[in-house]
């Protein structure tokens, strides 16, 4: 009995040893023990010949130690025992690189494709075996002549693709990625993702004329036309893009969903005009679509911040945005959903087309309807407020302010409210009140209402204790006002009177500023730049210098259509004037001008 027990714990023992030789073989080889780790898979190899991964530990054992003899004796062991596995002539053909004998290497290289059996692990193998060695060329040899040998069983397309993304030629890989796209080999979404990390910008022309070739001969192909509207998006030419986005809305029937989200990268970029197209294409669809509604006011919304924003428009653009607002009121009038979208045509009415009176009532109507949001009904009454003051109606718009400062006293519409009055104070020259409102305002939770005022109360008090009694500070308020109310002729007749009657006073790149302001708004762009340029030249220290820098670049980008130039202004603000509160805007624009993808 006890000898019987003898005999099993021997054997158990000497199960667990062999059991655990590989995993201390491994663990020596992981250490760099490459002396311990070659002598326990030596002896793994010898006991278990046909376990290839002992084959290969032991051989990257020997040429970690520098025995290339033995090396080479111990491949040269494993092909004749293994003759048709052809992965091992690429590691025989190594060890001849290693002496430097080319000729040799080549010819076992040769010999590994030779030797290429029907097997798709196989042919893997052998591929990976030239890529580790950066053979790019003999990989793809590998794989042309796996593609012959499976007989079409399996494509290879996907890693032809690849190696000659490697090589660097990309008209290859975007053929044999088309290729794959056709076998199935390739997916979409994944040549997508490989294209936006792997081709040049340079190429995005190329790849275009490739795809329009290849729906030529396949005009089916579907993906060919989605890779061609994801080519256009990289480029950010959203117009083509879009014409790619309704091809596929009627080929798919997807009742302009697809459209409408080109729509939204293109108002995103600041593209209204293609946006509007997009979103005009999906409102035109009818209220059958269930992105009828948002469509409309999307439409609506870009036509808007194409005025607003860019300032590029004429009366007929406006006239074409007042029938839009007034058919969408007819459809949702009273609705809760249209409120911002009626706040928007009241400022239309009010600041654009110099409908005052039409502006008021469609305020006045909208903050008696009891089903309005509370937030929206405050903004409404802020911009009430606002056209009563453009009216000369003081009284009424701080009573509407205050009435908002009370409700919302928490809120950024409070504060919104109680700038709102301290500017009004500051029209009316009331400059200590005004200036002590602003003081308190430089603690807003809004950072822009908080820039503001802290630009509103530095403004005041510098030019006060220039100016003791405030002279020339009363005149240059009251022509902010009438450019408030739009009355750009009195405020430039104020403007000069500054210039003439206090010819040293220190608001002098203020005027500048604001004469620019206004030629800009009466479409006299050169004599805005001319301004905008005389603050750079003799004021470039004063607080406008920064302002003058951005609003030229915008007059360059959006208005005059030079890209470069606006680039190049962007540039120079956010460099000379890295401390500027629009240092963070003018990178961005420069940013997008440069072709970069900005979030």
């Avoid at 005009?273 to 919304?301: C, E, H, M, N, W």
């Avoid at 924003?309 to 058919?327: C, S, V, W």
């Avoid at 400022?347 to 009532?361: D, P």
């Avoid at 802290?454 to 204790?465: A, R």
Wanted: some cysteine; charged content about 30%; overall charge negative.
């Amino acid at each position: 009995m006890m000898r019987s027990f003898l005999l099993f714990y021997i054997f158990c023992w000497s199960f667990n040893l062999v059991a655990q030789d590989p995993r201390l073989a491994q663990q020596y080889f992981v250490d760099g023990e490459y002396e311990k780790a070659a002598v326990l898979f030596q002896s793994l190899y010898q006991k278990n010949p046909s376990q290839e991964s002992f084959f290969t530990y032991y051989l990257n054992c020997l040429t970690a130690l520098g025995k290339q003899e033995e090396s080479e004796n111990l491949i040269k062991k494993e092909i004749a025992n293994r003759p048709k596995e052809a992965s091992l002539y690429i590691l025989y053909g190594n060890q001849f690189i290693k002496k430097n004998e080319l000729e040799k290497a080549e010819k076992q290289f040769k010999l590994a494709i030779e030797k290429l059996q029907p097997d798709v692990i196989m042919i893997h193998k052998v591929a990976n075996g030239f890529i580790d060695l950066s053979k790019f060329d003999l990989a793809i040899d590998t794989y042309e002549k796996g593609e012959k040998i499976m007989k079409g069983q399996t494509h290879f397309t996907y890693n032809l693709a690849d190696l000659y993304r490697r090589k660097g030629e990309m008209d290859k890989m975007l053929n044999y990625y088309l290729v794959g796209l056709d076998d199935g080999s390739v997916n979409l979404l994944s040549l997508q993702n490989i294209l936006n990390a792997y081709l040049p910008k340079d190429k995005h022309k190329d790849f275009q004329s490739l795809l329009y070739e290849k729906l030529s001969e396949k005009p089916d192909q579907v993906a060919y036309i989605e890779l061609l509207l994801w080519t256009f998006i990289q480029s950010k030419d959203y117009l083509n893009a879009l014409r790619q986005a309704k091809a596929l809305d009627k080929r798919l029937s997807e009742n302009g969903i697809r459209v409408f989200n080109i729509g939204s990268i293109a108002a995103n970029d600041t593209d209204y005009k293609t946006a509007i197209d997009a979103f005009t294409y999906v409102r035109d669809k009818g209220p059958i679509g269930s992105s009828y509604l948002d469509a409309y006011r999307q439409v609506l919304i870009c036509r808007r911040k194409q005025i607003v924003e860019k300032n590029n428009y004429n009366q007929q653009d406006l006239i074409a945005l007042e029938t839009d607002y007034e058919n969408f009121k007819k459809e949702y009038s009273g609705s809760r959903l249209s409120a911002p979208i009626i706040i928007e045509y009241a400022e239309l009415e009010s600041r654009y087309l110099n409908q005052l009176n039409k502006g008021i009532a469609l305020l006045e109507e909208l903050i008696k309807n009891p089903a309005i949001e509370p937030h929206i009904k405050a903004q409404a009454k802020l911009d009430l407020a606002d056209y009563y003051l453009i009216q000369g109606e003081r009284w009424e718009a701080t009573l509407l302010y205050s009435q908002v400062d009370k409700d919302f006293q928490e809120d950024q519409l409070g504060e919104l409210a109680r700038f709102k009055n301290a500017r009004l104070s500051y029209f009316a020259g009331d400059f200590q009140w005004a200036q002590e409102q602003f003081d308190i305002l430089k603690q807003a939770t809004s950072k822009l209402i908080s820039n503001d005022a802290i630009d509103m109360s530095v403004f005041i008090l510098d030019n006060i204790n220039q100016d003791t009694l405030g002279e020339a500070l009363t005149v240059y308020s009251q022509a902010e006002l009438n450019v408030f109310q739009n009355k750009y002729t009195e405020a430039l007749i104020l403007l000069d009177t500054i210039l003439s009657q206090f010819p040293k006073n220190s608001l002098l790149d203020d005027v500048l500023f604001l004469q620019a302001k206004i030629f800009d708004r009466q479409k006299k762009t050169e004599d805005a730049i001319k301004k905008y340029e005389l603050i750079l030249q003799n004021h470039k220290e004063e607080i406008r210098a920064d302002n003058a820098l951005f609003e030229m670049a915008r007059i360059y980008e959006y208005q005059l259509d030079q890209k470069e130039k606006a680039k190049e202004l962007y540039e120079k603000l956010f460099i000379d004037f890295s401390g500027s509160t629009l240092a963070v805007e003018a990178r961005k624009r420069y940013r997008i001008l440069r072709g970069d993808q900005v979030q």
